[in-house]
Nanobody, 123 residues
């Protein structure tokens, strides 16, 4: 199992960029698919990006495809979310999560969640 801590959130203007990081503790980080989720005020949490345990496969929600990039550095036990061309509708609390099971290509069943980091995009 892994423990997760997100960082990198903040307030930026529309069109700007942010890079979120999710640091994992635990020796088996590299065995787990990782994903980024977000929850806007008054809305349900949604999955926006996922990366396989190997780092080979990625998936993106249509709302962020072409603007966001997920990556992982297993040597640093960290997964990243590079966010470009940010829009006010990207405002949300962003969470990372690992899949409950090992060696998955995507986060299917989130097992461990981070505490979240606030991203606010001003128009």
């Amino acid at each position: 199992q892994v423990d997760l801590v997100e960082s990198g959130g903040g307030l930026v203007q529309a069109g700007g960029s942010l890079r979120l990081a999710c640091a994992a503790s635990g020796r088996t980080f590299s065995n787990y698919a990782m994903g980024w989720f977000r929850q806007a005020a008054g809305k349900e949490r949604e999955s926006i990006a996922s990366i396989s345990w190997s780092g080979i496969s990625t998936w993106y929600a249509d709302s962020v495809k072409g603007r966001f990039t997920i990556s992982r550095d297993n040597a640093k036990n960290t997964v990243y979310l590079e966010m470009n061309s940010l829009k006010p509708e990207d405002t949300a609390v962003y969470y990372c999560a690992s899949d409950r099971n090992v060696f998955k290509d995507y986060v299917v069943v989130p097992g461990t969640w981070g505490q979240g980091t606030q991203v606010t995009i001003s128009s």
